[in-house]
């Protein structure tokens, strides 16, 4: 069963930095792009990043690139989202995606507070 699990959320200043990872398991996952979102209360879901399976492309979202990079380690079978210079708007809970076979997967999500 494919299981996603977000970690490295917390507190952080305006302009602070953070780690957030993926580990995946329940699939192979070197085979498949993953991708970051994200959801503020009262805001829709927004994609943030996405990665090829093998890391060779990667998109971002306008409001956060330059300060974000997303990458993977396919032998620990893990994603991340290096998050820098973050700013108050990027608070929201950070989801983790995976599209196999034409259905979604999400994890449970990791909460980012950015606030002074």
């Known amino acids: 069963q494919v299981q996603l699990v977000e970690s490295g959320g917390g507190l952080v200043q305006p302009g602070g930095s953070l780690r957030l990872s993926c580990a995946a398991s329940g699939f192979t996952f070197s085979m498949y792009a993953m991708s970051w979102y994200r959801q503020a209360p009262g805001k829709e879901r927004e994609l943030v990043a996405t990665?090829?399976?093998?890391?060779?492309?990667?998109n971002y979202a306008d409001s956060v690139k330059g300060r974000f990079t997303i990458f993977r380690d396919n032998a620990k079978n893990t994603v991340y989202l290096q998050m820098n210079s973050l700013k108050p708007e990027d608070t929201a809970v950070y989801v983790c995606?995976?599209?196999?076979?034409?259905?979604?997967?999400w994890g449970q999500g990791t909460q980012v507070t950015v606030s002074s």
């Open positions: 995606n995976l599209v196999k076979l034409g259905v979604a997967y």
């Open positions: 990665i090829t399976s093998a890391g060779g492309s990667r």
